[in-house]
């Protein structure tokens, strides 16, 4: 399938961060507030999921999140994911199906890393899944413009700009 079958097929939506994306999950029991770190404002349901899709032609902006994401491949070419810790550490992992070549199929961006996702082959895309716990809410959302991700890391400008859309 392509990319635009995909999209249609999944009745995927713009997400802010940039690529396509649709829930597909969320779990029916919740974690009340009280029981949750301080960090989170009301109640998260236990999971949620989405398909993801993301072009050559756009990336998924820094951002962050407040859970663990798990990501999952399924379909396309190579998704480089960039990573920047709270303490500024800057890594990447490389995630799609080429195992011999260092790309994984799983990969858990660990809570409260910045991160930011690109399709490297041109004019192609890569197909996959974000599962979030406790469940996303976009209270959790964080989606800093360029000028304040570099304010925050001014060691890692370079990749800042590439990947920030304001």
């Known amino acids: 399938m392509t990319a635009k079958e995909i999209i249609n097929h ?9 690529g396509y994306f649709k829930e597909t999950y969320r779990s029916k029991g919740a974690i009340l507030e009280q029981n949750l770190p301080e960090y989170f404002e009301g ?18 902006a820094f951002h962050k ?17 960039h990573l920047i810790s709270p303490e500024g550490k800057y890594s990447y992992i490389l995630i799609g199906n080429d195992y011999l070549n260092n790309e994984v199929p799983q ?7 910045y991160f930011a996702a690109e399709i490297i082959k041109k004019d192609s ?15 959790d959302f964080v ?3 360029c000028k304040e991700l570099i304010t925050e890391f001014p060691e890692h400008k370079y990749i800042i700009e590439q990947l920030t859309h304001q």
């Open 10 to 18: 999944f009745e995927l939506e713009k997400h802010p961060e940039g």
């Open 43 to 60: 109640n998260r349901n236990y999971c949620t999921s989405i398909y993801f899709l993301l072009t050559s032609a756009n990336f998924s």
């Open 65 to 81: 999140i407040q859970q663990d994401e798990i990501w999952h491949f399924y379909e396309g070419t190579t998704l480089k994911l």
């Open 107 to 113: 990969f858990t961006v660990p809570a409260h890393f």
């Open 125 to 139: 895309f890569a197909f996959v899944g974000c599962t979030v716990s406790p469940g996303f809410d976009f209270k």
């Open 143 to 145: 989606l800093p413009s």
